[in-house]
């Protein structure tokens, strides 16, 4: 019954998953076999890894980036290793457009691909947030994707813009990064927590879960159920004369 359940879950609460918020989220996210990474998060944010690693202060935020910090050429990069094998995923942080951005474009590039550009211009933006006070500034939430990949277990993703100034005339930040992981599953499993067929959480017709194995034959003990695509354990009823 339980993994009848988790099927209901999968067919008609995927697009509830959000997995930055409650446990449930998140684990409704582990069943839809998603992979979440959050980093460049809280209030003093680790910069491990990235290539620039300057920080600066922002709308009573620390961020990496930003005024004195990020400007013409300045690229910001990081490769995550050791994740599960993977060829598709989404990209979201909060963007920090600050000073003066004369329609100029902010990348993010994913593998050294370019997947996501997008144009600012100051004459917008209504708000100063810091940098230099001739200016206003904009903070939003950007997002990324589904992108597709080649099936790896490594991610770069860089950030850059094509700026003409240095920092103190025009620049850009960024935080809390949630980037989220479509896994891909050995070919038994419906959905997973990894490549390998001992890592599943369901699995696909002509197969059954045994454990979070996905097996052709369950077993003694056991009969191949097909509500589900599951194990389940034989009942035995004895009867005793007295």
């Not at 045994?210 to 004895?238: A, H, L, M, Q």
């Amino acid at each position: 019954m339980r993994n009848l359940e988790i099927l209901f879950v999968l067919s008609g609460l995927f697009w509830l998953c959000s997995c930055n918020s409650s446990y449930l989220k998140r684990y409704l996210c582990i069943l839809l076999g998603q992979y979440i990474i959050n980093d460049v998060t809280g209030f003093s944010p680790s910069t491990s890894g990235w290539s620039h690693t300057c920080t600066s202060y922002c709308n009573g935020q620390t961020i990496i980036g930003g005024y004195g910090c990020f400007g013409a050429g300045a690229v910001a990069e990081k490769t995550y290793t050791g994740l599960p094998v993977h060829n598709r995923l989404n990209i979201e942080w909060d963007a920090y457009i600050i000073d003066s951005w004369n329609s100029e474009n902010l990348y993010l590039a994913v593998n050294n691909d370019v997947k996501y550009t997008q144009n600012f211009n100051y004459g917008s933006f209504s708000t100063y947030y810091c940098g230099s006070s001739s200016y206003t500034d904009t903070i939003l939430r950007l997002s990324a994707g589904p992108i597709t990949v080649p099936a790896a277990t490594s991610l770069q993703i860089k950030f850059s813009t094509n700026f003409d100034q240095d920092s103190t005339n025009e620049a850009f930040g960024f935080k809390n990064i949630k980037i989220t992981l479509w896994l891909v599953c050995h070919a038994a499993c419906a959905t997973c927590f990894g490549d390998l067929i001992s890592q599943c959480y369901s699995c696909t017709n002509g197969y059954y879960l045994k454990d979070n194995t996905c097996v052709t034959e369950c077993g003694s003990n056991y009969w191949n159920n097909p509500t589900g695509n599951i194990c389940s354990r034989n009942n035995f009823f004895i009867f005793f004369e007295f």
